[in-house]
């Protein structure tokens, strides 16, 4: 028998004689890590990684082992220090040269952060996140290898866990990452507009792969907040207002992300417990601006229901949210720091054992250019140090602190005899049960040769493209307009593409030359006031167009007859441009050629309004925050949504 393989045996023992195909991909596996590992070794007729340098087969090394034996035995051997790194996971940068301590061609957040090589060496940390990466996946898929290769050399060889933000969706808000590389699907609005399981089990497979591919096997989502308060600015990342659509359509995406078994799955750190849709006047408590999370229709269990269906499909992992749910336990503070939210309700009502990480940024302050500084998310906690807040949090029973890499903390805490070692390894063992399960011990690495074969492919853009345009919502169709003819108007056009149109259209530079007018638009949204660069581009504020802006648009309507596409990542106020329009549309997130798919009569839209419409602002000011479609009389009623007229 091959030497290396006998190590690899209790991986085979899952594999019956008549599952060819996951035998041939067992032992593919086995020889990419031939292939990849830099610490393979021989003794006494077995082949395996020597993570921890030592020259035997340690129990943890060794796959045969049950998993808590495994887990038993590293945690023996981890210090105090490795222990504390293992709490933390914030961003790293990904190198165009796919070097793990390179600096080629960074951008975003991650560009002003250490190495994740200088992570593992400097503080232990073995989890991070990662946000603007290179646009060819064949570059990130390298970086990983290489990184896992220098995990693989650090003292006991634990490897590292990446992690990111949702990035299959045709979105331009803040809490998307790019795309680029990979399919792009409706945002989840879209999906609850469309209200398919099977479509988001599909959706949720087609990550799955394609994360898998190049190393990504901790997904920060999915987002199953209810969009209650229509002011919210993180409505976009949710399905909908509706707690029972919701907790439908959590089930198929953790399953499809999570697989049959972690180890070929990504782990699915669902959030944000206990629910962060009811944000009193929608302001995000990203910011110091938050006015607190709040229950007017004393509605805090309806919040609950979509987790309740997360925690039935074994989600891997718990995302609280920065909210302060107001006046709902025995102190007023931020979830993560609340141990009624963490402890009495997560841990004890539901039992959840798994993983509880922190939202990013609770414990520091960010600074972000002279005088200003992006406070840390401690709410109810302000006048508490950095260590004080450490140790709160730990208290309230969370695992892991999201966005920070202060281990030193959590050492100076068990010195001062203030948090015990034992405390901390219950935390520990979780998460290593968690790299344990995903079989990041037995195979880190990922094929650089098989990229191209999975993400790209044909079959999962043209379905992304596919709930792009099915989940458009018709709001309104005088005299039957839409679909416009092929090739029979002449239109003028704003906000979308005019090469695209002229597929579909002949395409006038005025409104007096036109038959009809397309136009697109965003759902308004107003800045908060504030010296913070980020706060500055979430979407807060009224939902309503105002001035000028409404006026010039109202005058175009009211010259030639026109066709609205209105992108909807939170409910518009649109009662006066519904009124003038010829037709209104409304999108989750769709390209150019997708609207005109629609427009045009290739595809018909079958959404159906995942929120309410309000009427008026009047009308979202005087409804309760944490009550779905309770606006009075709202434009348009939550489910609704117009067809085609067949021929």
Known sequence: ???????????????????????????????????????????????????????????????????????????????????????????????????????????GPGARMASVVENMDKLKMTHFNIWTIPSDPNIFAKWYNNAQQVAEKTRLGIPITIASDPRHHFSNTIFSMSAKGFAQFCEMPGFAAIGDENLVAEFANIVREEYLAIGIR??????????????????????????????????????????????????????????GGPQKEGLDPHFSFQKGQIYPGDNFDYHLIPFEAAFEVNTAAIMPYYGVPTDQTDENVAMSYNKTIITTLLREKYKYAGVVCTDWGLISD??????????????????????????????????????????????QLVKEGKLTEERIDVSIRRLLKQKFELGLFDNPFVDETKVNEVIGKESSIALGEKTQKISMTLLKNDKSTLPLAQNKF??????????????????????????????????????????????????????????????????????????????LDRPAVIPEITNAATALIANYGASDKSVCEVLFGNTAPQGKLPFELPSSMQAVENQKTDVPYDSENPLFEFGFGLEYEKN
């Open 490 to 567: 002449k239109v003028y056009i704003e906000n979308i593409d005019s090469t695209t149109v002229a597929n579909y259209a002949e395409v006038v530079v005025t409104p007096e030359a036109a038959d009809f007018a397309i136009i697109r638009l965003n759902t308004p949204w107003y800045p908060a006031e504030t010296n913070v660069p980020m706060a500055k581009g979430f979407h807060h504020g009224d939902l309503d167009f105002k001035g000028d802006e409404k006026q010039r648009i109202l005058d175009l309507l009211n010259k030639v007859p026109t066709v609205v596409d209105i992108y």
């Open 218 to 275: 901790e997904a920060l989502h999915p987002q199953i907040d209810l969009a209650t308060e229509p002011r919210w600015a993180r409505i976009s990342g949710n399905f909908s207002e509706d707690a029972k659509l919701t907790a439908r359509l959590v089930k198929p995406y953790i399953k499809g992300l999570q697989g049959d078994k972690l180890s070929n799955g990504v782990a699915c750190m669902t959030k944000h417990f206990p629910g």
């Open 366 to 411: 960010r600074p972000m250019g002279p005088d200003v500084v992006w406070k840390a998310r401690a709410w109810g906690v302000e006048d508490l140090n950095a260590a004080e807040r450490a140790l709160k949090i730990i208290e309230a029973g969370c695992d892991q602190f999201g966005g920070e890499n202060r281990p030193e903390l959590i050492v």
């Open 1 to 107: 028998m091959n030497k290396f393989i006998v190590v690899f045996l209790g991986l085979l023992l899952f594999i019956g004689c008549n599952e060819p195909k996951q035998e041939a991909t067992e032992n593919s596996n086995f020889e990419l890590v031939k292939q990849k590992s830099q610490v393979l070794l021989e003794k006494d007729g077995v082949t395996f990684r020597d993570l921890n340098g030592n020259e035997k087969l340690d129990i943890y090394e060794d796959v045969n082992q049950p998993i808590e034996a495994r887990i038993d035995d590293l945690l023996s051997q981890m210090t105090l220090q490795e222990k504390a790194g293992m709490m933390f996971i914030n961003g790293a940068p990904v190198s165009a040269d796919g070097k793990p301590d390179g600096k080629e061609g960074l951008e």
